[in-house]
């Protein structure tokens, strides 16, 4: 529902499946969520580029890759890295997985990339050294260090699931060459030097993800706190008017959408008294619109002020355009069809009268012609904010 001469048409887009769009309070809201799934896409998809361009097209350009696939320690890693970006990307395109197993399988995927990084960049990287010639500068941080960074910023989810696959993922690098090193196909540094090389690097970036992910936990959470109105939630906006931005909504149980008009933050003046004036009418609009039956006048389900003191009402979400947009786009109407339009207005409008309302804000943009079911172009009136009693009763 649109009103205060908003042209934009109101388009109701699909739900996501009910698994998918339910969260419980320990996790980030909807939006934030169904994100973080299309950004694993671009993750995966980055994955599986690089390899193939770094692995498979360097080789292939120096002609060895034949010789590549003929130590297993130099194939097996990235051919297990292209395998998993496969399985995910196959998951987060399938509607059989809800969004919270896809971000847990994701994490899965996160400590199996870092291991296979590990193994791909340690596997006969020191054999021909000794253990004292390995040092900070000449090993450096491995590449798991940023792989594990930007997974963390880029696909958020619950804390404590990041902080496991955080520790996991940490592991891959002294775990990897621990390995290697009590196979015997690297050397054995000093355990001091090997704590400062392969140990403490990680569990900084460890410390320094989980903070990051605690931060985007909250933020998302405060968009949560933010988009919530009782029981409704806020999911995107319709459009806006002179007093108010109308929102589209979803109730927290209920499977019926909703549209929700706030009062628009900017138009309440400091001034007590102009403030006052706005919330009533606010409150009037609400007060009137409830009290009408007619199916031609839009259905009104809920009022009340939120916990932030924001005035809102609930109602019903119409699927349709208004009859400013309709002529403006699609010219002049047939007369039969503007009979059938008006008829409907005036039943509206007609129990405002008998109820002694006066609508006083007819006009194109506060006429929606609506789909409802499968009967076409179904009048609703908006908009009765400026309406008052006809036997003298002043705004």
């Avoid at 809800?98 to 994490?107: A, C, F, H, K, R």
Wanted: glycine share 8%.
């Amino acid at each position: 529902m649109f009103d205060d001469g908003a042209t934009t048409r109101l388009s109701v887009t699909g739900q996501l499946r009910a698994d998918k769009g339910r969260v419980d309070s320990a996790s980030l809201p909807t939006k934030l969520l169904t994100q973080a799934v299309r950004r694993l896409q671009i993750v995966v998809g980055m994955i599986v580029v690089l390899t193939a361009v770094f692995w498979l097209g360097v080789n292939a350009l120096e002609q060895g890759l034949g010789q590549e696939f003929s130590r297993p320690g130099d194939w097996i890693p990235p051919t297990t890295g292209l395998i998993a970006s496969l399985v995910v990307f196959l998951m987060t395109r399938s509607s059989r997985f809800s969004v919270l197993t896809i971000l847990n399988v994701g994490l899965v995927y996160q400590v199996l990339v870092s291991y296979s990084m590990a193994v791909g960049q340690y596997w006969n990287t020191f054999h021909d050294l000794s253990g004292e010639r390995l040092t900070p500068d000449l090993v450096g941080v491995s590449a798991v260090a940023l792989w594990m960074t930007f997974y963390t910023v880029l696909v958020p989810s619950r804390p404590r699931y990041v902080f496991a696959a955080l520790i996991f993922s940490g592991s891959a690098v002294p775990v990897t060459v621990g390995g290697f090193i009590a196979s015997g196909n690297a050397p054995a540094p000093p355990p001091l030097d090997f704590f400062t090389i392969f140990v403490l690097p990680y569990v900084i970036i460890v410390i320094m993800c989980m903070v990051a992910a605690n931060v985007i936990y909250g933020l998302g959470r405060d968009l949560n706190a933010a988009q919530q109105l009782g029981s409704y939630r806020l999911l995107h906006l319709l459009g806006s008017g002179g007093m108010g931005t109308v929102w589209r909504a979803e109730h927290d149980l209920l499977a019926r959408p909703a549209a929700i008009k706030l009062i628009r933050p900017e138009v309440l003046s400091s001034d007590p008294v102009t403030q006052q004036s706005i919330i009533s009418r606010f409150e009037r609009e609400a007060q009137i619109t409830s009290s009408l039956q007619s199916p031609h006048t839009v259905e009104l389900y809920d009022f009340g002020v939120s916990d932030s003191g924001e005035h809102y009402y609930v109602m019903e979400l119409l699927g349709g355009i208004n009859l400013d947009v309709l002529v403006e786009r699609y010219g002049p109407i047939r007369v039969g069809r503007v009979v059938h339009i008006l008829r409907q207005a005036c039943a509206s409008l007609a129990e405002a009268h008998h109820r002694n309302l006066v609508h006083r804000d007819v006009k194109h943009a506060n006429i929606m012609i609506c789909e409802i079911e499968l009967t076409h172009d179904f009048v609703k009136v908006l908009d009765f904010g400026l309406a008052r009693r006809a036997a003298g009763e002043q705004d």
